[in-house]
């Protein structure tokens, strides 16, 4: 593959990250002035969500499932990002390090 000369590959790389500090007003435009004004929705327990859901005729078992399965995911990786993230033995180790 052929190298590039670096005035080049200078100028490719400054197109690159000058594109990211653009504008994009479309984006910026899709949502409503009402909609950027509008508190966050109020967080419901799942069994609620279910129940309205049921009521007004558009849950049925599979949705109740994937909603349940998708639940215990989220419960599984929050309780994996509470984990430490160094185990005991490097953190000893990191410590009789900072105490030298």
Known sequence: ???LPRPALLASA???V?????QFPEVEAAM???AARA???ALMPIDDVLA??????????DLEASL???AARLRARAAALR?????AETGARLRSGIED
């Open 18 to 22: 000058l594109s990211g500090c653009a």
């Open 14 to 16: 400054l197109v690159a």
């Open 68 to 70: 349940q399965e998708r």
């Open 32 to 34: 409503s002035p009402e």
């Open 52 to 61: 309205r859901a049921a009521e007004d005729g558009i849950a049925g078992p």
């Open 1 to 3: 593959m052929p190298r």
């Open 83 to 87: 984990a430490p993230v160094v185990d």
């Open 39 to 41: 508190d966050y929705p």
